[in-house]
Structures are given as structure tokens and as C-alpha cells.
């Protein structure tokens, strides 16, 4: 097949799979979103829990003030459902802040006792200590027990992902954790994983055997952000995120306690967590970002030969930073093989699900994009075990900025448009995420894209990164329009830092000659091509009227 063909079929197919979540019954469907807003500039991390009286309970990290940072301040919300997930209620604060930053990252269980217990991170000492914590409730939500924290004797800083807190057949609690920074142990950020256990409803808890991995070279593996499942022979299976390009995966056969040797699985993904539960049949639903059908160029698995462990990370950070498309699978041999793959959503930015499993269906919530803020859509099971071939995914690759130099410029012509500093510095630069323009920060910085022709604000594929979190931060867009200068797009200081931001203008529709970009950073920001990063797919997915 040739490089055209090969293209063409690809975008053909891509279409096919987006119309899919708009067009007919049985199809997946978009529910609720959240959105940053001041005060709350940050909502995602979240877990599920039936009610009692029919209810669900979405818990989820709530931030507060202006910075939506994983070092900012926030609280665990909730929020009510009465009608299988179609609306929710307000927010409502069932765990305020405790340490001197946040609580975060919530994890909801009905335990076989009929308590509901909350999970979720404690973040202090300047975010040096980071501690999972448990509180249940015995009325169903509406008053929780004072927090006990699971590793009393474990100063350093501990993650355990939404979602991901599990009860086996036995009784025991299992709680899937990596440990990234421990005051005593120098060898910590390799990337070692264990699990908390409790045979006590909650009451003590004690550790697993911590492991670390190797790849098929020998070289060092960094595991991050597990989770677990209880398979139907009693074992446990975890799985890890990975820089390899796929999850590792490893077993127990004692419940947590000891564990073989994690090794790459066929759960081919980037640097991105996974999620696995058990369906009502039995079988295994996977959730998680499938690069399968990604060109091997892309993948980028091999090595040459004499790198490093480093220069691996660096290449495949590189490559595999984005966190696309969102996927589904299912298992019917417990995880040895997985079939059905289908992208629920093509381009984007998709991580930290949480999964509620029904009769005929699945609740998934998940970061979606530019800032941290989750969408919340509902899976029918006949969508997920729908026997049509899939398309595969189509990565577009970043062209606004093909073929043009690196370095300082004041005027620079790009396949987009004709760029101008007008005061201050821009420069072209490579970085972590692709290519862009950086336009230092400063009180009379401003570039200006002139475009060949009138182009309407939703064509104009552009995003923003702000790089620091360094206060000030005001970045303001503008577009050219009947003579004047019309706002099109403004971040603050609630922007979240480290994280590409499409344009948002308010007139999508509005055609304009010329574009104006102000930054009073001290770090500036990025100019980049949001095609390779974080694409808005809303006109395609949207609710049933």
C-alpha cells in the first residue's frame, strides 16, 4: 500500500469511527462535563459508587482557588445521580482540605460489609509527604468516619490512582501504590510497586513485597501509577504505566503479599495509566489509550543499539507523550489476550478513568484535554461487544511549523501564516511536545500572525502552553475584526501549568485576516500546533437531542 493510500484510508476510516458517537441508538453518548471556572480551576480524578436508594455517588478531586496543579489546593466533591448518570446534582464537599496542599484523587468501594469507604491522597510539607488515606461512611454518604491513614510508618510520598481500590473474595483490601520518594531509600524514583493490605475492614494495614522491572535488554523499567484486578483462579493481577510503550503486568498468588516478576505485556499504550474491570458476564473490560495501529516509526520500541535507560525515556517521552485516542477492549482468557478494541474517542488528551460497570452498559470519566476537567459519558455493553472491525486510529502529524528553522526571529513564514514580533522576543524551538513558538513574557510582548486569506477562529488549530507556574501569568489572543482588535481567548492564573491549551474563542465562526498574541509571563508561552496534542472533538461528540 502506498504512504497516500495509506493516509487517505486512515482519514476515511478515523471519520467513520467519530460518527459513531453521534449517529443512531446503542452508540456512546456524552452525559456531563466539567469545566475550569474561577475558584475551581480543576476537576477530574474520579471514582463511583451505587446507592442504596437507587443513586449514584461520583466523588472526584475538587480544586480550589487559582491554581490547578497537582501542588494546588484542593478538596474531594461529590456529586449525585438519580437517574443512572443522564444529570448530576451540584457539588458537594465530603472531605475538606487536610494537608497543607490538597486532597486528591479519589477511590470509592462498596466493601462486603455494606460500608462505602473513601480513598484518596493527602498532600503536605510543601509536597514532600503524599499519604493514601481512608474515611467510610455507614449511611450511605452522608456523614464519613475520621481519616486513618494506610502507611502510618511509611514517611514519603505515595500515589494510589483513582479508582483503583479493590476488596477480594477473601475480604482483604488491596491497594495497588508506587512509591516515588521515601526519605530513607535513594532508589525509590526506579519506579517500585507494591500493595497496601487490610484483613480488617480498614482497621490495620500492613505491605507487600515492593518490585521493580527490567526490559528484555536488562535495563531498568520505571513502573508508575498500578492498579489491580482479582482474576476468576484467585490470583491478582497488576498492571503498571510504563515508558516502554506498553503496561507491564505481574501476579500474586497470595493475595498481594509476593509477587512474580513484571514483564511487557500486549496492552500496547504511551506513558498513561490503564483501566480493567470485571464485566457482568465474567469477562474483563480494558479502558485505556490503544496505540496498537500507531506506525512502528511512531512506537518507536527499538533502541539503538548502545543507549541508554535515559535516552530511552527521552525518546519515548518524545513520542508517546500523548495520551490518545481513548480505547476499549475486552478479555475472555483473564488478561492473557484481548479482542473487540474500539476508540470511543479519536483525538485528544484522555487519562484517569473511572469505570462504574451496569446491567447493559458503563459510566467512564476521564481527564479530556487542555485543563484537568472530566467528562463523563455513558458505554452501552452492545457498543463494546460489537463485532464490526474498528477503525484504526489516525494521528495527524504536526505540520503548522514544518520545515521552519529554529531560532530567533522577527518575521517568519509558515505553512499557516506570515508571524511578526511587533515587540519583545519569539523564537522557534523544539521541546518536550513537538514544535512551537516561544514568545518571552514581558509587559509589551506581542506577536501577530497575518493569514493568507479570511479564516474562520475554529479552523485556526492552534494551542497555548504555559511552561512555569512563575506568577504573573496573563495571556490574551486577539483577532483582527471591522478595523479593531476583538478578544478571542484569555488565560490567567488559574491556567494549568505544563499543559497545552486549544484557542476557546467565544465567536468560533468569526473570519479574520490577523491574529494578536500578549503574554505577561516572565517564561512567556508556547505557541504550538494543537493537531499533535490535545484536538477538540466536541463538534463530533455531543449529547442526544
Not at 494546588?72 to 449525585?80: D, L
Not at 451540584?90 to 480513598?119: K, Y
Not at 525509590?188 to 528484555?216: C, L, P, Y
Not at 467512564?364 to 472491525?389: E, F, N, Q
Amino acid at each position: 500500500m502506498t504512504k497516500k493510500r495509506f493516509w487517505v484510508r486512515l482519514g476515511v476510516m478515523a471519520f467513520c469511527c467519530m460518527s459513531l458517537m453521534v449517529n443512531g441508538d446503542g452508540v456512546p453518548r456524552k452525559l456531563f462535563e466539567f469545566h475550569a471556572e474561577p475558584g475551581n480551576p480543576r476537576s477530574s480524578e474520579g471514582s463511583f459508587v451505587a446507592l442504596h436508594d437507587g443513586r449514584l455517588m461520583f466523588a472526584y478531586s475538587h480544586f480550589t482557588g487559582d491554581d490547578g496543579s497537582d501542588e494546588g489546593h484542593g478538596v474531594i466533591g461529590a456529586r449525585y445521580s438519580s437517574d443512572n448518570g443522564e444529570t448530576w446534582s451540584d457539588v458537594r464537599i465530603i472531605v475538606p482540605q487536610e494537608g497543607d496542599l490538597n486532597v486528591m484523587s479519589a477511590s470509592l468501594l462498596r466493601l462486603q460489609d455494606d460500608r462505602i469507604a473513601l480513598f484518596y491522597l493527602r498532600k503536605e510539607n510543601a509536597g514532600m509527604e503524599c499519604r493514601p488515606m481512608m474515611r467510610v461512611t455507614t449511611d450511605e454518604g452522608e456523614t464519613w468516619s475520621e481519616p486513618v491513614s494506610v502507611l502510618k510508618d511509611k514517611p514519603g510520598y505515595y500515589v494510589l490512582n483513582n479508582d483503583r481500590a479493590i476488596q477480594l473474595k477473601s475480604g482483604r483490601i488491596l491497594l495497588p501504590l508506587v512509591a516515588h520518594y521515601r526519605p530513607d531509600d535513594d532508589t525509590i524514583g526506579r519506579g517500585k510497586v507494591f500493595s497496601a493490605m487490610s484483613d480488617d475492614g480498614g482497621q490495620t494495614w500492613h505491605t507487600g513485597q515492593e518490585h521493580n522491572a527490567v526490559n528484555e535488554r536488562g535495563e531498568a523499567v520505571i513502573l508508575q501509577e498500578p492498579g489491580a484486578i482479582e482474576l476468576k483462579d484467585g490470583r491478582v493481577m497488576m498492571f503498571c504505566r510504563t515508558g516502554e510503550g506498553c503496561q507491564y503486568v505481574n501476579h500474586s498468588a497470595d493475595g498481594g503479599e509476593t509477587w512474580d516478576a513484571p514483564h511487557a505485556s500486549n496492552i500496547i499504550g504511551p506513558l498513561s495509566p490503564a483501566s480493567i474491570k470485571r464485566l457482568p458476564n465474567g469477562d474483563l473490560l480494558l479502558v485505556w489509550n490503544d496505540q496498537s495501529d500507531f506506525p512502528p516509526e511512531w512506537i518507536n520500541r527499538e533502541v539503538p543499539e548502545g543507549s541508554s535507560p535515559a535516552h530511552l525515556r527521552k525518546v519515548f517521552q518524545s513520542n508517546h507523550v500523548e495520551r490518545l485516542p481513548l480505547s476499549t477492549a475486552i478479555s475472555r482468557d483473564e488478561g492473557q489476550t484481548w479482542e473487540l478494541n474500539k476508540n470511543l474517542e479519536g483525538e485528544g488528551y484522555f487519562c484517569y478513568v473511572a469505570v462504574h460497570v451496569m446491567a447493559d452498559a458503563v459510566l467512564l470519566s476521564y481527564v479530556h484535554g487542555g485543563p484537568y476537567c472530566d467528562r463523563m459519558i455513558k458505554v452501552p455493553l452492545s457498543w463494546i461487544y460489537d463485532p464490526t472491525p474498528r477503525p484504526p486510529y489516525h494521528y495527524r502529524p504536526n505540520d503548522a511549523f514544518k520545515n521552519v528553522p529554529d531560532g530567533e526571529f522577527t518575521t517568519l513564514e509558515t505553512p499557516l501564516g506570515t508571524w511578526s514580533v511587533v515587540s519583545g522576543k519569539a523564537f522557534v524551538i523544539n521541546y518536550s511536545r513537538g514544535r512551537g513558538i516561544h514568545l518571552e513574557g514581558g509587559e509589551d510582548s506581542c506577536l501577530e500572525l497575518a493569514l493568507p486569506s479570511p479564516t474562520p477562529l475554529r479552523e485556526l488549530r492552534l494551542a497555548l502552553e504555559r511552561f512555569t507556574r512563575a506568577k504573573p501569568y496573563r495571556m490574551i489572543v486577539e483577532a483582527w475584526k471591522d478595523e479593531t482588535w476583538v478578544l478571542v481567548d484569555a488565560r490567567g492564573e488559574g491556567t494549568q501549568a505544563m499543559g497545552q491549551h486549544y484557542l476557546n474563542p467565544a465567536e468560533p465562526d468569526l473570519e479574520t485576516t490577523r491574529l494578536r498574541f500578549r503574554c505577561n509571563s516572565v517564561r512567556g508561552v508556547i505557541i504550538c500546533d494543537r493537531d499533535a496534542n490535545f484536538i477538540d472533538l466536541h463538534e463530533f461528540f455531543t449529547p442526544e437531542e
